[in-house]
């Protein structure tokens, strides 16, 4: 059984998440702020970690990417629409908000090409395409211990913002009703901000997919 970890980092609350297995193995989602403390809360829990994976590379998920990557030397996972969205803070949008630190960082190591399985080390994962957000946005689905790592796709009661650059509403739509809201019901949804929900819930209550 898989333990995950939430942590809010930075001005904006982003959801970084650790996912550990009983060895003490982790994966790593979304670092985006303060990563000086979250490699000494890693480290404090005696965890191993294996990669960083990002759900999308807007700066507030990415801004400790290197950091945590230098501290632990692990590769980084991101979609290949996003490959240049690391080192280009127009793209991953930190150029936007001059109050906030400009995100310029280093490529990832690893692309991810295609839908499919994942696996690294011991864990085992299916990765869906679920743009709209953003063109590479990515969900991370843990069939066997019921949860999936979502992203800015979907929200408790909200969906993703589609007024930023490069994001298209309709591909949003089309990534909830046909990825994620087809997951179990009882599937628990971790976004990239806020509240854990599930695919119940957001066809029940979520106002944004009434008529879905």
Not at 32 to 50: F, N, S, T, V
Request: charged fraction near 25%; glycine fraction near 8%; aromatic fraction near 8%.
């Amino acid at each position: 059984m898989l333990n995950i970890r939430t942590f809010p980092l930075g001005p904006l609350q982003t959801n970084c998440f650790l996912v550990s297995s009983q060895e003490k193995e982790c994966l790593i989602f979304d670092p985006g702020e303060q990563g000086d403390q979250l490699i000494k809360e890693i480290r404090r829990l005696k965890l191993k970690p294996l990669a960083i994976l990002l759900t999308h590379a807007h700066f507030d998920h990415i801004g400790a990417v290197d950091v945590v990557r230098d501290a632990f030397k692990i590769p980084v996972y991101i979609h290949k629409l996003e490959k240049n969205w690391l080192m280009d803070s127009t793209k991953n949008g930190s150029a936007r908000y001059r109050e906030l630190t400009l995100v310029e960082g280093k490529p990832a190591d690893l692309l991810i090409e295609e839908e499919g399985p994942l696996d690294i080390g011991s864990f085992s994962c299916r990765i869906f395409h679920t743009p709209g957000h953003s063109p590479g946005s990515i969900t991370y689905w843990f069939k066997e211990d019921g949860f999936a790592i979502v992203g800015d796709t979907l929200f408790q009661g909200s969906i993703g913002r589609t007024d930023l650059p490069y994001a298209n509403h309709k591909d949003l739509i089309s990534s909830i009703h046909n990825k994620l809201l087809t997951l179990p019901e009882h599937t628990i949804c971790y976004p990239g901000h806020g509240n854990p929900t599930t695919p119940e819930e957001e066809m029940d209550s979520n106002p944004f997919l009434n008529g879905l």
